[in-house]
Structure formats: structure tokens, C-alpha cells
T-cell receptor
Framework: KAGVTQTPRYLIKTRGQQVTLSCSPISGHRSVSWYQQTPGQGLQFLFEYFSETQRNKGNFPGRFSGRQFSNSRSEMNVSTLELGDSALYLC??????????????FGPGTRLTVT | QKEVEQNSGPLSVPEGAIASLNCTYSDRGSQSFFWYRQYSGKSPELIMFIYSNGDKEDGRFTAQLNKASQYVSLLIRDSQPSDSATYLCAVAYSGGGADGLTFGKGTHLIIQP
């Protein structure tokens, strides 16, 4: 069974630009969660989607948004990029929502660098 | 504010010994607990999960959960150099307004040959 895929793997953007990251979950998984990982803050929860609905959102500004499609693929968008948005963005796939105790499996991540 | 605390380390353990990694969490409503291993430059890999008080064993790994003390641990027996990595503890709150997994900042484990 194929794992979680994320595209692109690496991205360099300039301050003020916007970016869209994509995540394809494991086949049959309906929940996708997004996390930001930085050396200083560790892994921080961005948002979770289940059956095309956003269930939860972490403590991030409105510049961070996402969506989920009917095939469970998900995208996240960051508008008006700031230097502090440089991070590894991880997508995690699970059968059901995190609150239901389902195990989450991570993709390889997208390394975003903002200059 | 749900918090998960881990000692950042590094925790240095000789090859063949038992590595013991600890994690405490703040929210008593937490019901699912996960251990991830992350090698440098890679994404986290799920290695254990536990939902009930007590021990759960899988190969060289044992997860231990004590909900009364809000404490979860991971034991790695017969530690190997390939176990050297950062170990992340994650906690899921089961209930309305769940906010995904809350992660600790990880413990850096070094297995010395």
C-alpha cells in the first residue's frame, strides 16, 4: 500500500508570495492533518480535515488555510509569506480523526524556505 | 492549553542496554498516546501507540501508560546504534474540540557502540 505523498518536496519562495502544498493520503484514509515543524517550536498542529470538513484548527494566523477534496487529497495554502514561515510542513493521514484515537502516518514533508 | 513535556536530552545509552524515554501530559481528557521516531532530515515514523493503562509490547519496544500520573514512557530493549534518533511523544484528546495530536518537543537519543 502506498504511503502518504507530499508535493513539492522542496520550495523556495520570497516574502509576500503565496504557496500551495499538496498531500495525498494513504488509500482509504479519510483524515488529513497538517503540521509545521521548526527547530525552535517543534511540531505544531495547523489543521485537520475529515470528509472534506475542517474539524480543528491550531493557533496559526488566517494566512494559513487548507481544504480537502472528495478523494481525500488535501492542500494547504499560505498567503503573504513571512520569513518565519520557513519550516518543514508535514501532512499526516489517518483512517479517522485524531480525536478518535486513530494512528497518524506522516508523509515525507515539504521543506519551505522563505527568503 | 494542552501540553506534552519531554526531556530534550541528549540521552546517551550504551549499545545493548535499555533506553527509557519519558513523557508527561497536562490534559486528563487525553486518551490516545503515540510514540514517533524521527531521524535527522526525515519525517516522524509511528512506532508505538497505547490507549489503556499498563504496558504494551511490540518487539524490542514497550510503551507504558499511567493515566493517574499523566505519564507515558517508551522502553527500548537491546538498544542498537540504529535506534539513535529523536523520539516524539504525542497525545490525542478524545472529545469535542479535539485539536489533532499535541506533540512534545522530543528526546534526542544516542546509542553509543
Amino acid at each position: 500500500k502506498a504511503g502518504v505523498t507530499q508535493t513539492p518536496r522542496y520550495l523556495i519562495k520570497t516574502r509576500g508570495q503565496q504557496v500551495t502544498l499538496s498531500c495525498s493520503p494513504i488509500s482509504g484514509h479519510r483524515s488529513v492533518s497538517w503540521y509545521q515543524q521548526t527547530p525552535g517550536q517543534g511540531l505544531q498542529f495547523l489543521f485537520e480535515y475529515f470528509s472534506e470538513t475542517q474539524r480543528n484548527k491550531g493557533n496559526f494566523p488566517g494566512r494559513f488555510s487548507g481544504r480537502q477534496f472528495s478523494n481525500s487529497r488535501s492542500e494547504m495554502n499560505v498567503s503573504t509569506l513571512e520569513l518565519g514561515d520557513s519550516a518543514l510542513y508535514l501532512c499526516a493521514s489517518s483512517l479517522g480523526p485524531a480525536g478518535g484515537g486513530y494512528e497518524q502516518y506522516f508523509g515525507p514533508g515539504t521543506r519551505l524556505t522563505v527568503t | 492549553q494542552k501540553e506534552v513535556e519531554q526531556n530534550s536530552g541528549p540521552l546517551s545509552v550504551p549499545e545493548g542496554a535499555i533506553a527509557s524515554l519519558n513523557c508527561t501530559y497536562s490534559d486528563r481528557g487525553s486518551q490516545s498516546f503515540f510514540w514517533y521516531r524521527q531521524y535527522s532530515g526525515k519525517s516522524p515514523e509511528l512506532i508505538m501507540f497505547i490507549y489503556s493503562n499498563g504496558d504494551k509490547e511490540d518487539g524490542r519496544f514497550t510503551a507504558q501508560l499511567n493515566k493517574a500520573s499523566q505519564y507515558v514512557s517508551l522502553l527500548i530493549r537491546d538498544s542498537q546504534p540504529s535506534d539513535s534518533a529523536t523520539y516524539l511523544c504525542a497525545v490525542a484528546y478524545s472529545g469535542g474540540g479535539a485539536d489533532g495530536l499535541t506533540f512534545g518537543k522530543g528526546t534526542h537519543l544516542i546509542i553509543q557502540p
